[in-house]
């Protein structure tokens, strides 16, 4: 694995890991990379300081100092209000990062597949039965609906609930 400090065109700062050197260029060339902030996928890895393992115990010597990234010339999003914990600026990246993909998910499927609300489960039922044809929907199930559908094999999923549908 290897950590990545990147910044947007718009001055954005962030983290990511890849599974190699190569994998961040495959993924940026087909424009996979975005910011988190502003979702530009126009995005370049910033200055790191190498970690260097030590031989005894296979600690890690304290990385020199970053050259920090330069103001953003855009106004504040919400986000960049709170700034992250200096212990955790890599979980709250993540954090965002998934959430960020959760959205797109449930984006996605809200575009491209039919609301049927409370009728969710016999929709379902009738298409894992051959009753009708099967076609992408999504809608409203209690747990023990969701719970019966699953031990009777019909593939179902929840939508992510993401802090801001609470709002």
Avoid at 43 to 72: D, H, L, S
Avoid at 92 to 108: S, V
Avoid at 134 to 145: F, K, L, N, Q, W
Wanted: charge should be neutral; hydrophobic fraction near 35%.
């Amino acid at each position: 694995m290897i950590h990545y400090n990147l910044r947007c065109k718009k001055g954005h700062a962030f983290e990511s890991w890849f599974q190699s050197s190569s994998a961040y260029e495959t993924q940026e060339k087909r424009k996979l990379v975005n910011c988190p902030l502003c979702g530009s996928t126009d995005v370049e890895r910033a200055i790191m300081a190498p970690r260097i393992a030590r031989k005894k115990g296979r600690e890690q010597a304290p990385a020199v100092e970053q050259v920090p990234a330069p103001a953003a010339s855009v106004p504040a999003t919400p986000a960049e209000v709170i700034p992250p914990s200096p212990s955790t600026p890599l979980l709250m990246t993540q954090e965002r990062e998934m959430r960020a993909k959760l959205k797109e998910l449930r984006d996605h499927i809200v575009k491209n597949a039919d609301n049927v609300g409370e009728r969710f489960p016999n929709e379902a039922r009738k298409m894992h039965y051959g009753d009708i044809e099967h076609r992408p929907i999504y809608g409203e199930a209690s747990p023990d609906e969701a719970k019966a559908l699953i031990e009777e094999g019909v593939e179902v999923m929840p939508l992510p609930t993401l802090p801001d549908d609470r709002n």
